[in-house]
Nanobody, 117 residues
Framework: QVQLVESGGGLVQPGGSLRLSCAASGRMFSIYAMGWYRQAPGKQRELVAAISSSGRPDYADSVKGRFTISRDNAKNTVYLQMNSLKPEDTAVYIC???????????WGQGTQVTVSS
């Protein structure tokens, strides 16, 4: 069982920045595809950014040019750097790991990001 623990959320003004971190347990982190999802009240969960085991990133159109996903396999950690934050970015951000060879998914508990003046 893989445990994912997010950190770095908080309250930030529009135009500000935050960096989220997601630390994973276990020794297989490097083979997981990792992603950040978000869920706002009354809305469906949506994929924000993903990074493959080889380090290839992908982004939702709504965050391209503002968010950057990265991973440090030595630290079993994936990051989401969020710049130029907007009120519509307000949501719970949830870390996801996909062990594709065995078809298993793992989810973190989420961290709240609130963008407000």
């Amino acid at each position: 069982q893989v445990q994912l623990v997010e950190s770095g959320g908080g309250l930030v003004q529009p135009g500000g920045s935050l960096r989220l971190s997601c630390a994973a347990s276990g020794r297989m982190f490097s083979i997981y595809a990792m992603g950040w999802y978000r869920q706002a009240p009354g809305k469906q969960r949506e994929l924000v950014a993903a990074i493959s085991s080889s380090g290839r990133p992908d982004y939702a159109d709504s965050v391209k040019g503002r968010f950057t996903i990265s991973r440090d396999n030595a630290k079993n950690t994936v990051y989401l750097q969020m710049n130029s934050l907007k009120p519509e970015d307000t949501a719970v951000y949830i870390c996801h790991a996909a062990d594709l060879p065995v078809g298993r998914d793992y989810w973190g508990q989420g961290t709240q990001v609130t963008v407000s003046s």
